[in-house]
């Protein structure tokens, strides 16, 4: 699947970097052009791999928005058309598909990625996907509010939204910086390959899976998961009939970037691995229990010729806004924005000093 991505704030920028490093390191092809947009010029510098472009700086000087993220949907409402003239010549005739990165809880990537989305889809006749990445349980209520207002917004603006959990990709025990690096390596694989998953590398597969149906799984609308496993395999396909509905298995119930998230309305199945080693009737067996699973009549299956002694699964899920973790995660940011609003309304701390017997100094 032919992409453009469009990384907007310090996540999305770090996230769209791992993409297009990940892309470019395997040769898949599949990112045409990307494009890292933020309000704090330190974060664009460090970027390698992608393009840039400083929003905002008569507004912030280059410092970003401090995680207000009604600031960074002002600052990127007043400087759309340069983002959009930034763009020209990285969505290309090719590209099926645009991406913009966000992580949902801060300032620049919450605020300005709906608008982004919307400004696109006024443009391209390609579908616009947004890759949105929730803040943690303990990232605090400013990071819930902001998520809770941006999900919100962009999923009424983009035709999907795949969701990466922040608690879902990272090992127990991890420090914040770690963890944050786990996550973004871990966004970067999973979703190249699902990018990757219509241009095939090596060999031939009895049934490679078409970027065609990755859209039309995505079709639903709505919001998206994404589940990932992998095993050793036999070199004898006969052998990894079991191998290959182990890891579906893993990768829907254990391994997706929405935990619990695995009734949907579509579902797409790719097996990766060296053709040879791939069991058609494993993979036949895997999307059948996908759909009892799902409860979806649409589970779309195929694979993926990769250069590995490993079998890979891969789960997307269109149409999975019912998970509990979407309806628990939207229930604390409305929370977190009430909390919010009781401090806005406490009053002013210099009140309780007011006293008439005593004169002010001026």
Same mark, same amino acid.
């Given at each position: 699947m032919k992409v453009a991505l469009i990384g907007v704030g310090q996540a999305g920028g770090k996230v769209t970097e791992r993409l297009a490093r990940f892309d470019a390191e395997m040769g898949f092809g599949a990112v045409q052009g990307a494009l890292a947009?933020? %309000?704090?010029?330190?974060?664009?510098r460090s970027l390698e791999y992608v393009d840039t472009q400083l929003i905002g700086a008569d507004r912030v000087n280059g410092h970003g928005v401090g995680g207000d993220n009604e600031l960074g949907t002002e600052?990127?409402?007043?400087?759309?058309?340069?983002?959009?003239n930034a763009l020209d010549g990285r969505v290309t005739s090719k590209a099926e598909g645009i991406f913009v990165v966000a992580g949902l809880g801060g300032g620049t990537g %919450?605020?300005?990625?709906?608008? +982004? +989305?919307h400004h696109l889809q006024q443009i391209y006749d390609i579908p616009v996907y947004?890759?949105?990445?929730?803040?943690?349980?303990?990232?605090?209520?400013?990071?819930?509010a902001n998520a809770g207002r941006s999900l919100k917004t962009i999923v009424r603006e983009a035709d999907a939204t795949l969701l990466v959990d922040n608690d879902a990709w990272h090992e127990q025990g991890e420090s914040v910086e770690g963890a944050f690096e786990t996550i973004n390596e871990r966004i970067a694989k999973r979703v190249g390959l699902l990018f990757a998953s219509g241009e095939a590398v090596e060999g031939v597969g009895e049934s490679v899976v078409d970027s065609s149906e990755v859209i039309n799984t995505l079709r639903a609308g709505g919001i998206a998961a994404l589940g990932y496993a992998t095993e050793a395999a036999s070199e004898d396909s006969a052998e990894n009939v079991n191998t290959a509905m182990s890891v579906s298995r893993q990768a829907l119930l254990t391994g997706t970037s929405l935990p619990d998230a695995t009734t949907a309305d579509s579902a797409l199945l790719v097996i990766a691995g060296e053709p040879d080693r791939i069991p058609r009737k494993g993979v036949e067996r895997a999307r059948r229990w996908l759909e009892d699973e799902t409860g979806s009549m649409q589970v779309r299956g195929g694979d993926f010729p990769l250069e590995s002694d490993r079998l890979g699964a891969l789960v997307l899920l269109g149409g999975a806004e019912r998970s509990d973790r979407i309806q628990e995660f939207m229930e604390r940011a409305r929370e977190?924005?009430?909390?919010?609003?009781?401090?806005?309304?406490?009053?002013?701390?210099?009140?309780?000093?007011?006293d008439d017997r005593l004169e002010d100094l001026f």
């Amino acid at each position: 699947m032919k992409v453009a991505l469009i990384g907007v704030g310090q996540a999305g920028g770090k996230v769209t970097e791992r993409l297009a490093r990940f892309d470019a390191e395997m040769g898949f092809g599949a990112v045409q052009g990307a494009l890292a947009v933020n %309000s704090a010029e330190p974060d664009l510098r460090s970027l390698e791999y992608v393009d840039t472009q400083l929003i905002g700086a008569d507004r912030v000087n280059g410092h970003g928005v401090g995680g207000d993220n009604e600031l960074g949907t002002e600052i990127m409402q007043a400087d759309i058309q340069q983002v959009m003239n930034a763009l020209d010549g990285r969505v290309t005739s090719k590209a099926e598909g645009i991406f913009v990165v966000a992580g949902l809880g801060g300032g620049t990537g %919450s605020g300005g990625a709906p608008v +982004v +989305v919307h400004h696109l889809q006024q443009i391209y006749d390609i579908p616009v996907y947004a890759l949105g990445v929730l803040p943690g349980r303990n990232e605090g209520a400013l990071y819930q509010a902001n998520a809770g207002r941006s999900l919100k917004t962009i999923v009424r603006e983009a035709d999907a939204t795949l969701l990466v959990d922040n608690d879902a990709w990272h090992e127990q025990g991890e420090s914040v910086e770690g963890a944050f690096e786990t996550i973004n390596e871990r966004i970067a694989k999973r979703v190249g390959l699902l990018f990757a998953s219509g241009e095939a590398v090596e060999g031939v597969g009895e049934s490679v899976v078409d970027s065609s149906e990755v859209i039309n799984t995505l079709r639903a609308g709505g919001i998206a998961a994404l589940g990932y496993a992998t095993e050793a395999a036999s070199e004898d396909s006969a052998e990894n009939v079991n191998t290959a509905m182990s890891v579906s298995r893993q990768a829907l119930l254990t391994g997706t970037s929405l935990p619990d998230a695995t009734t949907a309305d579509s579902a797409l199945l790719v097996i990766a691995g060296e053709p040879d080693r791939i069991p058609r009737k494993g993979v036949e067996r895997a999307r059948r229990w996908l759909e009892d699973e799902t409860g979806s009549m649409q589970v779309r299956g195929g694979d993926f010729p990769l250069e590995s002694d490993r079998l890979g699964a891969l789960v997307l899920l269109g149409g999975a806004e019912r998970s509990d973790r979407i309806q628990e995660f939207m229930e604390r940011a409305r929370e977190a924005e009430k909390a919010q609003e009781r401090e806005e309304e406490q009053t002013d701390p210099a009140e309780q000093f007011a006293d008439d017997r005593l004169e002010d100094l001026f």
